[in-house]
């Protein structure tokens, strides 16, 4: 199956668009800036034997070069594979956040897993609602897919105000389902 890498989503002033390797210095300072806003919802990995041997730093920074080298071309292989969609959120050409679409399977199931993050500085705006809504849209009309799901943490009310104004249906709690902050 062949896919478009160059997947351009637009509403209003909002651009979803492929993120380019000249985003790095706009990354790491929106990564920089709003970090006591973000990290609490960062993925993890959980300590294991495979992880222990790759002598990780539990403290990984995510606002540096690697985060953004390692998230880039991740990205890039992913989208070209049709495996995941990476798309940077983009306000007037300027990076604002990042949106995905992980995990995407073809076949019977036909479903993936959204995640987002963007900048304290555009957060409330309805920006991050609008991305989800577009890329919400493109993967069940364009892709095809029957299901989208997004887990959030209980507590993270920003997210979880992004899908009660979108009206997704809440399905209950998958206790232990993702590494968030240190934690499961």
Excluded at 86 to 98: P, Q, V, W
Excluded at 115 to 131: E, L, P, Q, S
Excluded at 161 to 171: G, I, S, T, W
Aim: aromatic share 10%.
């Amino acid at each position: 199956m062949a896919f478009d890498n160059a997947v351009v989503l637009r509403f209003k002033d909002l651009e979803l668009s492929r993120l380019r390797f000249r985003d790095r210095k706009t990354y790491i300072d929106i990564r920089e800036h709003s970090a006591d806003w973000l990290m609490p919802w960062d993925a993890t990995l959980p300590p294991t034997a495979v992880t222990e041997g790759l002598r990780l730093d539990p403290k990984f920074n995510q606002a540096s070069t690697a985060a953004f080298s390692s998230l880039y071309f991740a990205a890039r292989k992913a989208n070209e594979a049709g495996s995941g969609l990476t798309l940077a959120m983009r306000n007037r050409g300027k990076l604002m956040g990042i949106i995905t679409a992980a995990n995407i399977v073809y076949g019977a199931a036909r479903s993936c897993q959204v995640g987002y993050w963007i900048d304290r500085r555009f957060a409330g705006r309805g920006y991050t609602t609008w991305a989800v809504a577009l890329l919400i849209d493109y993967l069940i009309l364009e892709r095809q897919l029957n299901r989208v799901e997004i887990a959030i943490r209980p507590e993270n009310q920003a997210s979880l105000r992004v899908v009660q104004k979108l009206d997704l249906r809440a399905e209950g709690l998958r206790p232990r389902y993702l590494h968030i902050a240190g934690d499961w």
